[in-house]
């Protein structure tokens, strides 16, 4: 079992942070089912219309986290976070394609909480995982082909540094066919109560785990 943990700094900034953690072990990622990408495409076409009613920073879980960007010292106009720009992709009608049943179902999962959620191959990683604010001068090579500043981002880091951020996770984690165990970070909305974090966390791990397979546990960890 990892250990999870949330730094000091970041708890100072943002005072109610949470994050959902869960383990997932002996998984089986492939092809999404046919009802999972109905659900996925259904949800999108109904975002696009609720869209052309509000901009995407009038949804509340994205207007949120776009305070959480600015309190950690992240322009939130630059960097959007990895929600919004999921969001922003809909709104062009530019819906997301079906990857695999992991990735499926964390897209699903971040658009209907409106949070960055990431998704790790946990035998890529080393060590224990720590959330805290990005340093000066780090970087990682991210899942948009580029070279991405990591400072003031909110971001996952193990033994080697850092892997994941609720901006853009890194290639070294990703989740592809064949992926036996993964970590799930849920970078939940601050003004959530404790309780309803829990349940959340444990429904999206449920799921996951109905259409994955494997076992997994889950703890809500963060500065209250």
């Not at 996925?40 to 219309?49: A, C, G, K, M």
């Not at 984690?173 to 165990?181: D, F, I, R």
Request: overall charge negative; some cysteine; glycine content about 8%.
């Amino acid at each position: 079992m990892l250990e999870f943990s949330v730094e000091k700094d970041l708890c100072q900034k943002i005072l109610r942070f949470k994050a959902g953690v869960i383990e997932y072990r002996g998984i089986e990622i492939g092809d999404s089912p046919q009802m999972l990408k109905g659900r996925l495409q259904l949800f999108q076409e109904s975002i696009f219309f609720d869209l052309e009613e509000k901009p995407v920073t009038e949804v509340p879980g994205i207007k949120e986290w776009r305070q959480v960007f600015k309190s950690d010292g992240k322009d939130p106009n630059r960097y959007r976070h990895a929600a919004e720009a999921l969001y922003r992709r809909i709104a062009k009608q530019n819906y997301l394609p079906s990857i695999n049943s992991g990735t499926d179902l964390n897209n699903f999962f971040s658009l209907q909480y409106q949070v960055p959620i990431g998704l790790y191959d946990a035998d890529q990683l080393d060590g224990d995982i720590t959330i805290r604010t990005g340093r000066p001068g780090e970087e990682y090579e991210g899942l948009n082909g580029r070279m991405n500043s990591l400072e003031n981002l909110i971001l996952a880091s193990d033994n080697d540094g850092p892997f994941g951020s609720a901006f853009v996770d890194s290639k070294k984690a990703n989740v592809v066919p064949g992926t036996k165990n993964a970590v799930q970070i849920i970078f939940l909305r601050p003004s959530l109560p404790m309780e309803e974090c829990k349940a959340l966390t444990e429904s999206l791990m449920n799921m996951f785990t109905q259409i994955n397979g494997g076992e997994a546990t889950f703890k809500v960890i963060g500065c209250e």
